[in-house]
C-alpha cells in the first residue's frame, strides 16, 4: 500500500493561542473542524483547501518541544517578497536559497515552539529583499 500523498504535519505547543496566530498571519493557515479529543488544540486549514494540513497539539511544556527526527515541514507558496517583507518586520530570522538548475526559492524560518518552517516559491517569483 503506497503512500499518495502528504495529509498533515503535528507540532506541540505550550501556548495555542500564540501558535494559531502565527500560522494564519504567516501562512494564511486557519482553525477550523476538529473531532473533540481530550485534549486542547487546534487543526488548521489552508483557506483553499478542504482538509486540515497542520494539527497543533496544545498544553504541552516547554521543555518538551523539540524537533526529533523531523527536520521540517514545508509548504507551497505565493508572495515572495511579501513574505520576506513581514519576517523582516517581526524580527523572525530565515535563510533563503534558490535551487540550482530549478530556481526554485526556498525559504527557512521557526515557529514560536521551534518547528522548522519551508516555504517554496515558484522560480519566477521575485526576491527585492534578498
Do not use: C
Not at 17 to 22: L, S, V
Not at 98 to 125: C, K, M, S, Y
Request: net charge negative; glycine share 6%; aromatic share 12%.
Amino acid at each position: 500500500m503506497p503512500a499518495t500523498a502528504m495529509n498533515h504535519f503535528t507540532i506541540l505547543t505550550d501556548d495555542l493561542d500564540a501558535t494559531i496566530a502565527f500560522y494564519a498571519d504567516f501562512l494564511d493557515l486557519h482553525p477550523g473542524a476538529r473531532p473533540p479529543f481530550a485534549f486542547p488544540g487546534a487543526w488548521l486549514y489552508a483557506v483553499e483547501g478542504k482538509e486540515a494540513i497542520l494539527h497543533v497539539i496544545a498544553g504541552r511544556d516547554r521543555s518538551v518541544l523539540n524537533s526529533g527526527v523531523i527536520d521540517h515541514m514545508a509548504f507551497t507558496s505565493r508572495d515572495l517578497d511579501g513574505t520576506l517583507k513581514k519576517l523582516k518586520a517581526s524580527g523572525i530570522d530565515y535563510e533563503l536559497r534558490r535551487l540550482p538548475d530549478w530556481g526554485t526559492w526556498q525559504l527557512f524560518f521557526h515557529d514560536p515552539n521551534n518547528a522548522r518552517i519551508e516555504l517554496d516559491f515558484d522560480a519566477v517569483e521575485h526576491a527585492s529583499q534578498a
